[in-house]
């Protein structure tokens, strides 16, 4: 639809660039306000692919319930099945059926979408203008003057000929050109991923249901709906389905460990093929297009400013495509800038209406820098175990469900835009971002063990299939409930131990020993802040306790005395020692005896039956250091550095 609206000289909120965020912000904000008049000033005439195509549940959420756009998503573009990762062996020549893979087996209840960008801004473009929204393509912005007491101007090229306007909020959504936001000087590096990315749009390429034996093919509904990973030594590999047949593939490389990392397309094509199952799935598949970045991430300051100035997507800050949190930021930066930019253009009283500005706008700041924070705490966690099957799906698995039990479940409930909530959570925060580091440190040391005993890759060609989907099966229909902010931590805790179990027992290589009873029940949380780099120094101590409370156990069961003793080899052979003391018990007695023992030790617990440890997490959290969570603060630990691949 060409733009036949007149160009006034006034606006109250001028948005410089129509992608996915600015797009996104210019239809919450008139859905909020059908009078607030909106200019968008769009440098390009055409609609082009982009990368940021994999969304996630929040922005799901933000998508179907914030902009209304149910109807044009399920009819336009793709549902997604989640994410799901392969992991092929060393030298990169598993079929894809042999490979061992995480993911869903069915589409998760809560919606995501695969974006092919190009139709998609081309449709948000003609409903904005339906709203009456001033859209101008190929209007380049060339300069603009910030007056926040009266009203800023912006100046732009459109039609051959030279524009001023005036509005009373700017808004930077110009992507990496950060029109406002790099004159303002609001971007850093520091304390941010070393990694480049590679990319294109394929066609031609095979469709993931269809290779593969018969068998593999039945066990998930639909991997070409997933956002299908494969990884190698530093770096990870995506394919992404589009609505249009085509498939975008990128790939991203973590340049501390990758020494020439793919920027130029027949290397990115030839890096790609290196993966026997890729250059089967890409056997016919021709290049559309092509885009390399030596740099992904970039800091920003914040997403507003108390001059009346913001910037929301890739204009405000970028951290990394793995597990897709792009969209998410911009819903978060969105909501907020919506709720400021509303508020005050409401407010006729211009002294109250800078209080207010100045008492939101840390707060606005502050939310979308501690997802930032946080995210990169995640990622750390998943980046060195994205090539070892046994580390990286009960990683994968835990980093999914915290991520509905926490941020999601919290975005719904519209807690990152409920300034009072937040506040009332930071040492929440604090002790759930100690937890990753926690984690992080156990993660890496059991990466070690795994490498030095030539066992990382041991897993990898099982086959195993693995869905994380388990854990938040309790929970998913309740996302997004208001006020049970309790039984989340509770639920999230028991969600790391289980994880931080599971993991030791990799390091210990002990079967089977995450999800035992006995073993759950006695490396609890109080057990793991105690100890957390638990190890095979702290393993006697850990067999005398579950031996002590399976002998307590089992003693309820007899009338003998009885003596349990758990080793090693009980995680192996399934059996522990046992023992009558005093009277003796006749060999049918003994059979039982024995029987029921090693009945308790082979059990398995869910993670949701452990003990609640919520009093002791939330002393754990209010212990910790106030700016645990600075940007500045380290993200990646020091013992990275040993497991350099
Ligand atoms: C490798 C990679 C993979 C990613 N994968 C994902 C993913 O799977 N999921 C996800 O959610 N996110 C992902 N992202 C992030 C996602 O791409 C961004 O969040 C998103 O594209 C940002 O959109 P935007 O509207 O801010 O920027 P853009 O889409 O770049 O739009 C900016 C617009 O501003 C216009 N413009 C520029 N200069 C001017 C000017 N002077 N005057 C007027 N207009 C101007 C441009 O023409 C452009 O249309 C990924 C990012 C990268 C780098």
């Known amino acids: 639809m060409i733009n036949t609206q007149p160009i006034m000289e006034q606006y109250d909120v001028a948005i410089i660039g129509a992608g996915w965020s600015g797009l996104a912000l210019a239809r919450q904000l008139k859905r909020n306000n059908s009078d607030i008049r909106i200019i968008q000033l769009e440098a390009s005439t055409e609609f082009k692919a982009k990368i940021g195509e994999a969304t996630v549940e929040s922005t799901g959420h933000y998508f179907l319930k914030k902009l209304g756009l149910a109807n044009y998503l399920y009819r336009n573009q793709l549902p997604k099945n989640a994410l799901r990762f392969f992991f092929d062996n060393e030298d990169y020549s598993l079929p894809i059926e042999k490979m061992s893979e995480q993911g869903t087996t069915y ?40 007056d926040h007491q009266n009203e800023h101007t912006v100046n732009f090229k459109y039609q051959d000929e030279a524009h001023q306007i005036s509005c009373k909020w700017l808004v930077d959504a110009s992507g990496r050109a950060g029109v406002v936001a790099r004159k303002m000087k609001s971007y850093s590096r520091e304390n941010v991923p070393n990694h480049s990315s590679a990319w294109g749009r394929f066609s031609g390429v095979k469709d993931f249901d269809s290779v593969g034996t018969q068998e593999w093919r039945d066990g998930a509904s639909s991997r070409f709906l997933s956002t299908n990973h494969f990884s190698g030594h530093g770096y990870w590999i995506w394919f992404i389905p589009l609505k249009n047949g085509q498939t975008s593939i990128g790939i991203v490389c973590d340049k501390t460990k990758v020494k020439n990392p793919p920027l130029k397309q027949a290397d990115f094509i030839a890096k790609l093929k290196e993966h026997t199952a890729i250059a089967d799935l890409m056997e016919h ?14 800091r920003g300051k914040g997403i507003v400013n108390r001059e009346r100035w913001g910037a929301t997507g890739f204009a405000s800050m970028f951290l990394d495509p793995l597990l897709s949190g792009g969209g998410d930021v911009i819903a978060m930066a969105n909501d907020n800038l919506t709720k400021l930019i509303l508020a005050d253009l409401a407010n006729t009283d211009r002294e109250a209406a800078q209080m207010a500005l100045d008492e939101a706008v840390p707060y606005a700041n502050e939310v979308v820098n501690y997802y930032y924070q946080f995210l990169y705490a995640q990622l750390m966690n998943l980046y060195p175990v994205l090539e070892c099957a046994e580390l990286c799906s009960p990683v994968m698995a835990y980093i999914n469900a915290t991520y509905f039990i926490t941020s999601a479940w919290d975005y719904m409930a519209g807690n990152f835009s409920d300034y009072e909530h937040f506040a009332k959570n930071d040492f929440i925060r604090r002790g759930n971002y100690g937890l990753e580091m926690l984690m992080q440190r156990q993660i890496l040391e059991s990466l070690d063990v795994l490498r030095s005993e030539n066992r990382a890759f041991v897993r990898n060609k099982e086959g195993f299939f693995e869905t994380g989907a ?107 020692e046992v023992s009558v003391v005093g009277d003796k018990a006749d060999a049918k007695q003994l059979k039982i005896i024995k029987k029921t023992a090693n009945g308790i030790w082979m059990r398995q617990q869910e993670y949701i039956d452990q003990v609640s440890f919520v009093p002791v997490f939330l002393r754990y959290a209010r212990q910790q250091p106030l700016d645990i969570m600075d940007p500045m603060h380290p993200v990646r630990l020091e013992a990275n550095e040993l497991c350099e691949v």
Request: a negative charge.
């Open 107 to 146: 589409i998760p209840p809560h919606p995501a979408f695969q974006l092919e960008r190009a139709s998609f801004e081309s449709a948000l473009t003609d409903m904005n203008r339906e709203d009456d929204i001033t859209i101008l393509q190929g209007a380049r912005v060339t300069g603009f003057e910030l």
């Open 285 to 298: 598949a021709e290049i559309d297009d092509f885009e390399a970045w030596g740099q992904l991430a970039y």
């Open 470 to 576: 388990d854990l938040y099966k309790y929970y998913i229909y309740q996302m997004g409930n208001k006020g049970k902010d309790g039984y989340r931590i509770d639920l999230r805790l028991k969600l790391f131990a289980e994880c931080f179990a599971i993991i030791t027992g990799s390091k210990l290589g002990l079967p089977n020993f995450g999800r035992r009873r006995m073993v759950q029940n006695v490396l609890n949380l109080p057990m793991i802040l105690e100890k957390p780099t638990f190890g095979r120094e702290d393993l006697p101590q850990l067999l005398v306790s579950m031996s002590n409370n399976l002998t307590q156990e089992l003693q309820q069961t007899t009338e003998h005395t009885v003596l349990v003793k758990i080793t090693e080899a009980s995680f192996s052979n399934e059996m522990v």
